[in-house]
């Protein structure tokens, strides 16, 4: 599956987000009048400027002359795609701080992940190797504040965010390195500590 990576603005995903439920619900494109129109614009102008910048980074193709003339392009909700934020990055080995909005999307197949994932973060550091998780690497993430144990999951310790396999036992909170090189993390009681999500996958890094 070629995964294809694209930056867009706050705007320009609210825009691409309208065409698609345009689509879905529709059958066919909006005009460029309609689209100004849901997002309360008197001028098509800025939608066209808009609409431009996703025809130029893949998401869709504009056809000259014709009143609908947008047409989507690449993986679609209907087809198994969706538009993963990436919200920041995600230490495998000390945790290295809070993950932040970083106004970065990427557009991927559904199909490669057993769940349903909310966001991506990009791995630092080499702890999770021994699972295929290696530093660069793009970690698909299903949002969640509970785990079973052995799941790998993103949490938060303090400020700080971390991947890794989770362990329970009767006495113990585990975050468990796969890599023999990294030691456990326990997480003690008097450490503000959280689930932040449960790994669904990953997208190698290039």
């Given at each position: 599956v070629k995964i294809c990576t694209m930056s867009l603005t706050d705007r320009?995903?609210?825009?691409?987000?309208?065409?698609?439920?345009?689509?879905?619900?529709?059958?066919?494109?909006?005009?460029?009048?309609?689209?100004?129109?849901?997002?309360?614009?008197?001028?098509?102008?800025?939608?066209?400027?808009?609409?431009?910048?996703l025809a130029e980074k893949g998401f869709i193709a504009l056809e000259p002359g014709r009143a609908r003339g947008i047409r989507l392009l690449g993986p679609n909700p209907q087809a198994g795609g969706m538009v993963l934020p990436i919200l920041g990055r995600v230490a495998a080995g000390a945790p290295i701080g809070a993950a932040g909005e970083l106004g970065e999307s990427l557009l991927?197949?559904?199909?490669?992940?057993?769940?349903?994932?909310?966001?991506?973060?990009?791995?630092?550091?080499?702890?999770?190797?021994?699972?295929?998780?290696?530093?660069?690497?793009?970690?698909?993430?299903?949002?969640?504040?509970?785990?079973?144990?052995?799941?790998?999951?993103?949490?938060?310790?303090?400020?700080?965010?971390?991947?890794?396999?989770?362990?329970?036992?009767?006495?113990?909170?585990?975050?468990?390195?796969r890599n023999p090189d990294f030691a456990p993390i326990e997480v003690h009681g008097d450490v503000d500590f959280a689930i932040e999500g449960i790994y669904c996958g990953l997208i190698r890094g290039e």
């Open positions: 320009q995903q609210a825009v691409l987000n309208h065409l698609r439920q345009h689509v879905a619900k529709h059958g066919r494109p909006p005009t460029l009048w309609e689209v100004a129109e849901a997002f309360g614009l008197a001028s098509p102008t800025g939608v066209a400027k808009h609409l431009q910048a991927v197949d559904a199909r490669l992940f057993k769940r349903s994932p909310d966001y991506l973060l990009r791995v630092r550091g080499h702890s999770m190797r021994d699972d295929g998780i290696f530093d660069g690497d793009l970690v698909a993430v299903q949002r969640a504040d509970t785990a079973d144990s052995g799941a790998t999951v993103v949490a938060r310790l303090g400020e700080e965010i971390t991947i890794k396999r989770l362990k329970r036992t009767a006495r113990k909170l585990l975050l468990l390195p």
